[in-house]
T-cell receptor, first 109, second 114 residues
Framework: SQQGEEDPQALSIQEGENATMNCSYKTSINNLQWYRQNSGRGLVHLILIRSNEREKHSGRLRVTLDTSKKSSSLLITASRAADTASYFCATENDYKLSFGAGTTVTVRA | ETGVTQTPRHLVMGMTNKKSLKCEQHLGHNAMYWYKQSAKKPLELMFVYNFKEQTENNSVPSRFSPECPNSSHLFLHLHTLQPEDSALYLC?????????????FGSGTRLTVV
């Protein structure tokens, strides 16, 4: 069943700009993960943030987690054309991963 | 190549056919999953195998039948499917230890039911 909901559904930015997307969820979680999917392919794991963490960085990615608001954000800095993809948040609870509907990001050259 | 291999990549089948999707993971993980991704819908978890035992089926119709002969292989047997079953079927694997890491997905099988 769907747990996370991403916002916005779609985002179009210029190369070099930052992209921010948000995720809200409903129940308690062990961790929250972000994935990227290029058109029609499998998902690629980007970053995992545990429920007791507030912020995490990986390269040009920055993820925040606010468990009191049941929300997370993913920031991609200095975007590139290769960042064009769909991005999904997923919450893990009881060893199962539930996904949101995703944010489609288009980076214009 | 992500460490999870799915075959075939594309499959077209009639509603009366029987076919199987195959997934193999080379990562030493102890859990495997089948997800269904339909257009404009969130990924739906279909089946979970932890330590080769099925622990979740999420009320999937019986025309989908999973098989996990060992911790490295996972099959999804299909029979008498409906056109609405057309979707991208994704296999994933993980190591079931809390907070250890994410799932590794295969590239998926694009299924079209005609």
């Amino acid at each position: 069943s769907q747990q996370g909901e991403e916002d916005p559904q779609a985002l179009s930015i210029q190369e070099g700009e930052n992209a921010t997307m948000n995720c809200s969820y409903k129940t308690s979680i062990n961790n929250l993960q972000w994935y990227r999917q290029n058109s029609g392919r499998g998902l690629v794991h980007l970053i995992l943030i545990r429920s007791n963490e507030r912020e995490k960085h990986s390269g040009r990615l920055r993820v925040t987690l606010d468990t009191s608001k049941k929300s997370s954000s993913l920031l991609i800095t200095a975007s590139r054309a290769a960042d064009t993809a769909s991005y999904f948040c997923a919450t893990e609870n009881d060893y199962k991963l539930s996904f949101g509907a995703g944010t489609t990001v288009t980076v214009r050259a | 190549e992500t460490g999870v291999t799915q075959t075939p990549r594309h499959l077209v089948m009639g509603m009366t056919n029987k076919k199987s999707l195959k997934c193999e993971q080379h990562l030493g993980h102890n859990a495997m999953y089948w997800y269904k991704q339909s257009a404009k819908k969130p990924l739906e978890l279909m089946f979970v195998y932890n330590f080769k035992e099925q622990t979740e089926n999420n009320s999937v119709p019986s025309r989908f039948s999973p098989e996990c002969p060992n911790s490295s292989h996972l099959f999804l047997h299909l029979h008498t499917l409906q056109p609405e079953d057309s979707a991208l079927y994704l296999c994933a694997s993980s190591q079931v230890e809390q907070g250890r890491g994410g799932y590794t997905f295969g590239s998926g099988t694009r299924l079209t039911v005609v």
